[in-house]
């Protein structure tokens, strides 16, 4: 799959939530999705500053889409439905471009384990992580 098809397909099942808030895949890192939104009245928070719910969607999209590419491959119609999530804030997100990426630390039969950063301008500087845990079913037979 080349890199355009598999950012339309990551694009597809993002849910409304995340086209309304501007998210778009950015570009793809080490064959997982770059997720971004850019800064605005959407997903302000105090004055110049991102609120934290928008930085809480745009990591848990990262999450899934990281999943969602890993699993593709080997069982494409998987379910997949979190569980638990943890948040960190490290830093206040400003009025700049913001990055998500997520990383699978663990995938078994039924459960996965996600880990996601957000940054602005430097992802050795993320301004907040996620580590989300996720139920995997097959789709029901009918």
Same mark, same amino acid.
């Given at each position: ?45 105090? +004055? ?6 928008? #930085?809480? *969607?745009?990591? %848990?999209?990262?999450?899934? =889409?990281?999943?969602? @590419? /890993? ?10 439905? +979190? ?6 804030? #490290?830093? *206040?997100?400003? %009025?700049?471009?913001?990055? =998500?990426?997520?990383? @699978? /630390? ?37």
């Amino acid at each position: 799959m080349t890199t355009d098809t598999e950012m339309a397909a990551i694009l597809g099942f993002m849910p409304p939530f995340a086209r309304e808030m501007g998210m778009t895949v950015d570009h793809m890192q080490g064959g997982l999705p770059v997720i971004a939104f850019d800064y605005g009245p959407h997903v302000m928070g105090r +004055p110049g500053f991102l609120h934290g719910g928008a #930085m809480s *969607g745009l990591m %848990e999209i990262a999450a899934i =889409a990281a999943l969602r @590419v /890993t699993v593709a491959a080997e069982e494409p119609a998987v379910r997949i439905k +979190p569980v638990n999530i943890t948040i960190n804030f #490290m830093r *206040g997100g400003r %009025e700049a471009r913001t990055y =998500a990426l997520g990383e @699978v /630390t663990r995938i078994g039969r039924r459960v996965a384990n996600v880990e996601a950063k957000a940054w602005q301008d430097d992802p050795a500087k993320p301004i907040a992580t996620v580590f989300m845990n996720f139920l995997l079913s097959s789709p029901k037979q009918v």
